[in-house]
């Protein structure tokens, strides 16, 4: 069984009747919303065609967001229904970067994600959905995807309806009938400074002119950016403490102070991915009831597993004979780059950011772990790792200048992105600079990792800046 919609477009009056059922079947606080009338204006006056789209979630065959979700809180159910289990959500907001539909909100009042889960409270009732039931045109209409005997069905297999970016190949289970392709592409319209009855409310930097200069957004929910300062301040923290402990076997410096700098790097990291929680006290579900698919759970565990190898080599290092802390020094190296690149795998589970699923990924977050490391390795009195340092920021650099080339979306977001006005590349630049004069004043190097934050903080904002709806 898979229960979907299937919307009738040229019925539709654009009345947001769906929309207000919706909010108040569910209470979906103000600001945000489950379903949502797309309005696209396409052409120039006096010939304009206004068209409507009725979005939601697509309740996916292979739903990216179920794959991420690190408590299985959100989870497919024997019906086809995508339902989300507000008592296990951490609020860690992965699901909104999974989805490439939009189709998720956080909600500030609880912590938690929501989501349209087809009011699978009145499914169980034999109560269509609120959005189905109030559709003055019964655009709106529900099926079990497997009933060969339903017609729309019929009109679904014989491919007589369409779907929301099926190159993303999650399998949506909302057919539109009778849909402009200018509206239901999200990259088709550019999104001007106000809509038709309103500013744009604050959200997203789509206002690029991204998509055909004769089709416009006229109204549509403003989605936020789920993910900020500190994600990317975990980034560089965990890529400088690994890099760190991955070089600190090859050079002079003391037994201890690798271990400690891995332990105290990681309890800041962890420190930060749990403050960026919605729920934060439910932190230990990653554990109790973590999702093994979910590479936000793997991490955990990698970096648990991390932090308490170099607790033992700091403990040793201090009260021990130094043997252990030894050893473990090159346990901790050859565990490093794994504990600074499997953010990249996190990021290529965000189906809906294009810009964080390039094979680049995985790389920058070694390379980035290079130059933060060999940065902080330097400042910390081992200048002979200056070279390496410097050859990690010039191929930082090289691909900074990589995902930047081209003109997709992704590059284009990137390209004007600019972290309290200032330009990352150019940051980067001078980041570089500054470092080579470490060789005379080494403490100069902290500050040259300051130029790597600039740089990650615009390619962590501009990966959520298209529009997925």
């Known amino acids: 069984m898979q229960l979907g919609f299937v919307i009738d477009q040229s019925r539709c009056i654009g009345c947001h009747a769906c929309t207000v ?140 309806t369409t779907v929301r970016r099926p190159e ?13 392709p200018v509206a239901l592409r999200p990259e088709a319209a550019h999104r001007p400074s106000a809509w038709l009855w309103s500013q744009r409310a604050p959200g997203r930097d789509e206002v690029i002119g991204v998509g055909a200069a004769d089709a416009r957004v006229v109204m549509e929910p403003v989605h936020a950016v789920p993910w900020g300062w500190h994600v990317t301040t975990f980034l560089l923290i965990k890529g400088a403490e690994s890099g760190f402990a991955a070089f600190a076997p090859f050079t002079p410096l003391p037994t201890w102070l690798a271990p400690l700098v891995a332990s105290v790097g990681t309890a800041i990291a962890a420190g930060l991915m749990v403050a960026d929680l919605g729920r934060p006290e439910r932190f230990t579900m990653l554990l109790t009831r973590g999702n093994p698919h979910s590479w936000l759970v793997r991490g955990a565990w990698l970096l648990m597993g991390y932090g308490l190898l170099q607790g033992v080599a700091l403990l040793d290092a201090v009260l021990g004979s130094g043997s252990v802390a030894h050893a473990l020094g090159w346990v901790g190296a050859a565990l490093a780059p794994a504990v600074a690149g499997y953010s990249g795998m996190l990021f290529s589970q965000c189906e809906g950011r294009d810009l964080w699923r390039s094979r680049l990924v995985v790389p920058k977050m070694l390379v980035q772990a290079i130059a933060a490391g060999g940065a902080l390795t330097v400042a910390l009195g081992a200048p002979a790792l200056l070279p390496v340092a410097l050859a990690g920021f010039v191929a930082y650099f090289l691909l900074a200048l990589r995902f930047r080339v081209g003109d997709g979306q992704p590059a284009h977001y990137l390209r004007t992105a600019r972290p309290r006005g200032l330009h990352p590349v150019a940051v980067l630049g001078a980041g570089t600079a500054i470092l080579a004069l470490s060789s005379v004043l080494p403490p100069l190097a902290l500050l040259a990792v300051a130029a790597l934050f600039v740089e990650d903080s615009a390619w962590v904002r501009a990966g959520q800046l298209p529009s997925n709806s």
Request: glycine share 6%; charged share 20%.
């Open 21 to 160: 059922a919706c909010k108040q079947e569910n209470q979906v606080p103000l600001g945000v919303f489950r379903t949502w009338v797309k309005y696209v204006e396409e052409g120039s006056f006096p010939t304009v065609d206004r068209h409507f789209a009725v979005l939601r979630c697509n309740q996916c065959t292979r739903a990216p967001c179920v794959t991420i979700c690190p408590t299985r809180a959100l989870h497919k159910r024997p019906d086809g229904i995508v339902d989300l289990d507000r008592d296990a959500c951490v609020g860690c907001r992965a699901c909104m970067e999974a989805c490439p539909y939009d189709s998720l909100h956080f909600d500030g009042g609880r912590g938690v994600a929501s989501k349209c889960h087809f009011c699978a409270h009145r499914v169980e009732q034999h109560l269509a959905p609120a959005c189905a039931a109030v559709c003055p045109t019964q655009a709106i209409q529900t099926v079990d995807l497997h009933d060969a005997s339903h017609p729309h069905v019929a009109r679904v297999r014989a491919g007589e």
């Open 168 to 180: 993303k190949g999650t399998g949506p289970n909302v057919h539109y009938i009778a849909a402009a």
